[in-house]
């Protein structure tokens, strides 16, 4: 079992009244990891030593910031192993864990490698022997909310670029995953970033709510980034906008792979399958419909359930599991609710459906229309379903008949058309020829409409994460009206 204290001010603390929560394997029930339940007076404590610690990581030349970041990335990948013991806490493959160090060491360098490229300008003024500039400058502290489905990449996001622009960080780890967001604020405390750049806070999940609101609340947090559930970001951009907090939110999504009548079918299922199922579709790429030219949607289904039946979902300690768990048996019986309904409702089930406990196998629905809720909820789980039309256009209406907007993806031999049409999917990522899932670091990563705003990633993080200054310097004598 994993001990999970509080990180503020660079030291390991218990929670102020003792109170601690559990994490439990979600196959066995074991408890993986005890964290600390912080207490409001905690959060307050975590956002003060962010703030005391900013006007020095601020003032730092921008390649001693690089340095440290780029020592954390080392450390970071050196403590791969540690983070996949962590596993455990949401019952995922141990392949997915150790990309997720992969990719979070990735984000780390390219943070890094920002920290001389935040620029600003010089602005041509009508006012004779004035200098007129734009400057970008830290805004302070930096509130960043991480979800548990990729615990490693969606944390290091969260706080990554902040720090490369010269903020200071406090960090709200998922309650399903507290050891591994704990783990992260070590790493970058041991790699020197300094006591008090990256606190991390834990919290019983009753607490949720109110922790949430006591850091957007807090004076000295300038900037909030959140990413996880299109519900709870609706209230954190609204607690964020009460208190006149910008917010970065990545949300849900219910990503569409559009399969023209030229596809390569072979690439399309590998994709497919890949997208749908990789983490049990606990991904908010994950693609969740497969919307198929009629033409060929008999053969790319044939296909795609052969492929299926090779995925075997169970307990990832089992060395014939190629699938591991959901979060939770909760999530379990949400999920089977919605192929239940489909299934009620005349949908085809051509592969899966199988639910023991948290292991659901992958499962692939055909025939299914906008009288069944997985036609629109996200299901985020290992289900995929098939959505028939006739032609591009046909094929098009469907992709964006979704309040989401995060992921897609388009087959087809003729890239001219596929990226024509890509550029009219409602999306703020497109693949062509590729998986719905997929990220880099240096790359913007955002959506659209229910999926949020604002784009991570690289430079596209650096408006979110400075503040746009007009300075002047004025030479000269200045002419003044009275």
């Not at 390649?63 to 450390?75: F, H």
């Not at 006149?244 to 849900?252: D, F, S």
Request: hydrophobic share 45%; with cysteine; aromatic share 4%.
């Amino acid at each position: 079992m994993l001990d999970v204290p509080l990180l503020i001010g660079g030291q390991s603390l218990p929670a102020r009244d003792g109170r601690t929560f559990e994490r439990r394997n979600p196959v066995t029930g074991e408890v993986v990891s005890r964290a600390a339940a912080a207490t409001l007076e905690d959060a307050d404590a975590a956002v003060a030593a962010a703030q005391a610690a900013f006007p020095a990581w601020a003032a730092l030349a921008p390649n001693e910031r690089r340095t440290r970041l780029l020592k954390a990335a080392e450390q970071l990948q050196a403590r791969s192993e540690e983070f996949i013991a962590a596993a455990d806490e949401t019952g995922a493959m141990a392949n997915w864990y150790g990309f997720n160090v992969k990719l979070a060491a990735n984000m780390l360098r390219e943070a890094a490698s920002m920290t001389t490229q935040i620029n600003g300008e010089v602005i041509p003024s009508d006012v004779p022997g004035s200098f007129a500039m734009a400057l970008r400058q830290p805004c302070g502290v930096v509130l960043g909310i991480a979800p548990w489905n990729a615990p490693v990449i969606l944390a290091t996001r969260a706080i990554a670029m902040p720090l490369a622009c010269g903020n200071t960080v406090v960090l709200k780890a998922s309650e399903l995953s507290p050891a591994v967001h704990r783990l992260i604020g070590q790493v970058l405390q041991d790699a020197g970033l300094g006591d008090g750049v990256v606190n991390v806070i834990s919290n019983a999940p009753a607490d949720a709510a109110a922790i949430v609101e006591r850091l957007i609340a807090n004076p000295a947090v300038r900037r909030v980034n959140f990413t996880g559930s299109t519900h709870v970001g609706r209230i954190v951009g609204e607690l964020s906008a009460r208190h006149l907090k910008p917010a970065l939110l990545e949300l849900g999504g219910k990503a569409p792979l559009l399969v023209l009548d030229d596809a390569d079918l072979d690439a399309a299922v590998e994709a497919a399958a890949f997208g749908a199922y990789f983490n049990q579709g606990q991904i908010c790429m994950s693609t969740e419909r497969l919307i198929v030219d009629a033409k060929v949607a008999d053969a790319f289904v044939a296909k795609l359930a052969a492929k299926v039946s090779t995925l075997r979902a169970g307990d990832p300690a089992l060395p014939d599991s190629v699938l591991g768990s959901l979060v939770d048996a909760s999530a379990g019986t949400r999920i089977k609710g919605l192929i239940d309904d489909a299934l009620d409702k005349g949908g085809r089930r051509v592969a899966g459906g199988q639910l023991d406990g948290s292991i659901l196998q992958p499962t692939l629905l055909d025939g299914v229309n906008e009288t069944m809720r997985l036609y629109r909820e996200e299901s985020f789980g290992p289900v995929a379903v098939v959505l028939r039309g006739e032609g591009d256009e046909a094929l098009l209406r469907l992709a964006n008949d979704s309040e989401f907007g995060l992921s897609a993806a388009i087959f087809s031999r003729d890239t001219g058309r596929a990226l024509a049409l890509a550029q009219r999917v409602e999306s703020g990522i497109c693949h062509i020829n590729g998986p719905t899932v997929h990220d880099e670091a240096q790359m913007p990563f955002g959506g659209v409409k229910s999926s949020g705003y604002g784009s991570f990633g690289g430079k596209a993080s650096i408006e979110h994460f400075t503040q746009l200054r007009w300075v002047t310097l004025q030479h000269g004598t200045r002419h003044y009206p009275i």
